[in-house]
């Protein structure tokens, strides 16, 4: 599989550069109150789902019926795991999450929990849309 580079995709590269601007306080406030809306339709194409449908309440049923609340957010533990490289985890899926300086791209908190759903199958609409995609124009 072809490492797949985070922060060329474009939705991410749009949230990473608004997320960016709002970091150093840069953001015009319109744009402030669109962010949740970029970061969530950016996450649907991207994923399938948004980073609240990651959450217990709002599982389908089928996967609430096999996940108690305490076992499905031990799936998401490893996000909490502190790692010099930001990549670590991201690596070994041949997924580079990290900015062109190396660090941490601003973006990753805000899609990490969709990421680990579609790599663990957790949630049945979770999925690598842009693997696809990249898959597709590979061919």
């Not at 840069?26 to 789902?49: C, K, N, Q």
């Not at 759903?117 to 842009?130: D, I, K, S, Y």
């Amino acid at each position: 599989m072809t490492r797949i580079i985070f922060r060329d995709l474009p939705p991410v590269a749009t949230v990473e550069r608004q997320l960016a601007l709002h970091a150093r306080e840069r953001l015009f406030d319109d744009d402030v109150e669109e962010l949740p809306h970029l970061i969530d339709d950016a996450s649907v194409e991207l994923f399938g789902i948004t980073q609240s449908d990651t959450f217990y309440w709002k599982l389908p049923d089928p996967v609430r019926a096999r996940f108690g609340r305490a076992e499905w957010e031990e799936n998401f533990d490893v996000l909490g795991h502190y790692t010099r490289d930001p990549n670590a985890h991201w690596g070994t899926f041949d997924l580079d999450l990290r900015c062109p300086e190396g660090g941490r791209l601003h973006c990753v908190e805000v899609f990490e929990r969709q990421l680990i759903c579609a790599l663990n199958g957790l949630h049945p609409q979770a999925v690598f849309a842009f693997a696809e995609r990249k898959a597709a124009e590979a061919a």
